[in-house]
């Protein structure tokens, strides 16, 4: 791939779009015919398309995903992460996985409405439901929107248990609603922590909270009996694997009591706007970085294979993955499970009129 031939962009992770795979239009930075065509899309300001969808909870089936229901009430992410496998998805919506999935955020401003259907429906058990498995529920058009907080508050109601990743403190702003599902035992909220350097965390995910604010996710819900813990993920061997055992340590020290992994994967078009990133944020590195990389997943960037894609496989991978035990073993990590309470579900009386039973 050729390297972009406009300097980083700061404050953005992708620096192109590329084109979409289900479009004839190309979008790349090839395409601007003048200089300022160029800078108009470098400060394209943050669009929220709202979406009218019909279902917003996702059965998960996927061999190596613990999970069992999925909602993500944003499409696109303002944070920006450069590595972010979301990106993909974005094509779908007859957008580019590049600068496009950090401007034009999809919303879907019914997700509270249709949770309550769905829980409303007699064939729904009560399973939980993961917030943040596509795209952060945190991102900043939460702060206005209120999606998330609604999700929550649905879920409180109905006594059904869910779970939180993100990688913005905006979480704390629902403290109240998450110190009530978790005095019944109906949420963990786990943060995401890929470095300890602030330098590299602001090209890595521009827009993301600082990492000393994330660690404050942590000590919080710790301090208010909320199960938490962190997402070491993605490792990016060469930029950020050497950064485990601080970050591990700094979210024991705060709170958590679990911790998780996964080694970069660059499939579909994350591959070239990664590839673009590397080379124009760590141009003295880009290319040790990109082997590291692909000595994980057999000489590719990406694998798709369930079970291998997410730990990668090889020695680095090995290494890695002989690294994360022995650390989490050494700061008492991993050590305890946690069990949502399954029996609490309840489907809350209509027009006031209280159960006979």
């Known amino acids: 791939m050729e390297e972009q031939q406009h300097e980083f962009i700061k404050g953005r992770g992708a620096q192109f779009n590329p084109q979409n795979r289900f479009s004839r239009q ?3 930075q090839g395409n601007y ?3 300022e065509d160029w800078e108009a899309v470098r400060k394209q300001p943050t669009q929220i398309l709202l979406d009218n969808s019909k279902n917003v909870v996702n059965k998960l089936n996927i061999p190596d995903v613990p999970l069992d229901y999925s909602i993500n009430p944003y499409q696109g992410c303002e944070h920006g992460c450069i590595y972010c496998y979301a990106r993909n998805t974005h094509e779908y919506w007859g957008y580019s996985a590049g600068i496009d999935f950090e ?6 401003h019914n997700a ?4 309550r259907k769905t829980f409303e429906k007699k064939i729904w058990k009560p399973a939980v439901i993961s917030l943040s498995t596509n795209t952060d529920c945190y991102q900043p058009a939460e702060r206005k ?3 998330t907080r609604q999700i929550l508050e649905v879920c409180l109601e109905y006594k059904n248990p869910v779970s939180v990743l993100t990688k913005n403190a905006l979480v704390l702003r629902d403290m109240d609603v998450l110190q009530d599902l978790a005095a019944e035992r109906l949420v963990q909220v786990a943060s995401s922590i890929t470095t300890t350097q602030e330098s590299l965390r602001q090209v890595l995910e521009p827009r993301t ?3 000393k604010t994330r660690l404050s996710i942590i000590e919080t819900c710790a301090k208010h009996n909320i199960p938490t813990g962190v997402m070491f993920a993605p490792i990016i061997p060469g930029l950020n694997d050497q950064d485990m055992y601080e970050v591990l340590q700094k979210a024991s020290d705060a709170g958590a009591y679990w911790a998780g992994y996964t080694i970069v994967r660059l499939n579909g078009a994350i591959e070239p706007i990664f590839k673009d990133w590397l080379q ?3 141009p003295d590195r880009a290319e040790k970085v990109w082997h590291h990389i692909q000595s994980c997943h057999g000489g590719k960037v990406s694998d798709s294979r369930p079970g291998v894609r997410m730990r990668g496989e090889g020695e680095m991978a090995t290494i890695i993955r002989q690294q994360f035990k022995l650390y989490c073993h050494k700061l008492g990590l991993n050590k305890t499970s946690f069990a949502y309470n399954m029996e609490a579900f309840r ?5 006031g009129q209280l159960s006979l039973f």
């Not at 401007?103 to 879907?108: D, G, Q, R, S, V």
């Not at 489907?347 to 027009?351: A, E, G, M, V």
Request: aromatic share 6%.
């Open 209 to 211: 909270s600082t990492i």
């Open 112 to 115: 509270a409405e249709l949770l």
């Open 103 to 108: 401007t034009k955020i999809i919303a879907k």
């Open 347 to 351: 489907r809350p009386p209509k027009n």
């Open 145 to 147: 929107l209120r999606l």
């Open 33 to 35: 015919e003048q200089e």
């Open 26 to 28: 190309a979008y790349e």
């Open 280 to 282: 124009k944020a760590f």
